[in-house]
DNA sequence: TGTAAAATTGTAATGATTACAAAATTGAAG
DNA sequence: CTTCAATTTTGTAATCATTACAATTTTACA
């Protein structure tokens, strides 16, 4: 399909070789908004990559990061969760069903623009933790 | 001094009883906007606390955190950072010195309300990775 | 084909955090 | 001052996501 071209293409646009698993895991990084981390990357893939390894998934999430195509999300210790949406947005974290749902965000910076000229900004994060619509309601 | 009267204050405030080591740790973070790690928290006080043990901490910090009275802050893998100040506040982290400063915000939030009034909203955290003044200056 | 570079794999190590049970401390009651 | 249960603190062992590393496989190109 013409899918897979756009894949191999954004993974030219940021200097990435396209081999069978990066190719996969971007592609299932872009088909989602469930923001899985490697384990749920690494099962997911499994069924159409018998061989795959976890270290595999593990180097190319490094790879596809440092690279610039995905996103690490850090909210939780010991659980790294990644984001195939390069579009500027923040997360929503539920404590109760550990979902991590996309925000929008309205404003182009929540800065100061006096402490970030000086700098070099390379990253952002926004995130809120709470309780999230579904679950509120399930506890009345 | 009238320091530390304010410090048992804090934890009166949040419901936790006082004891020395909950005491040190909550001073030792007002006292600081370094965000240090437990192993940072550890060694600190272990020069006023020779007995004092790792866990104590990892259990002070859980505490804390749970009453609410510190923020956890987790931007590196493998690393959470603690931050006694309790105003809203943002951090930059930098990659080079791997200092993490705080950052002032000019809006009260970047979000849609629309997407914020339906869910319950208990903690935010927003920070900017990149390369700090003192760095840039150092790399010409 | 031959071959060096790149990609992938499997196993072992890492290291911050947590689990757990024992020891020490506290604080109220007698 | 004692007693004793609740709380706090401690030390050791376990956890577990991630990384290091070396071996194997695949790729790309002469
Ligand atoms: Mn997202
Ligand atoms: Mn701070
Ligand atoms: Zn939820
Ligand atoms: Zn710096």
């Known amino acids: 399909m013409q899918n897979l071209q756009k894949i191999k293409d954004k993974l030219q646009q940021y200097k990435i070789k396209p081999s069978l698993i990066r190719i996969k895991v971007l592609e299932y990084l872009n088909s989602t908004r ?4 490697a384990e749920k990357i690494y099962k ?11 270290t ?14 995905i996103k690490e999300i850090m909210i939780e210790e010991g659980e ?5 949406i390069n579009e500027r947005h923040a997360h929503f974290k539920c404590v109760k069903c550990n979902n991590l749902y996309d925000l929008k965000l309205k404003c182009k910076s929540c800065l100061e623009e006096t402490d970030l000229n ?21 506890g009345e």
């Open 80 to 84: 790294i969760r990644y984001d195939g």
């Open 44 to 54: 997911k893939l499994l069924k159409e990559i018998p061989t795959l390894s976890r």
């Open 34 to 37: 469930e923001h899985p981390n």
């Open 118 to 138: 000086k700098v070099k900004v390379m990253d952002e994060h926004i995130y809120i933790v709470g309780i999230c619509k579904k679950c509120l309601k399930k």
């Open 56 to 69: 595999s998934v593990y180097n190319t999430l490094k790879l596809l990061t440092q690279k610039g195509a």
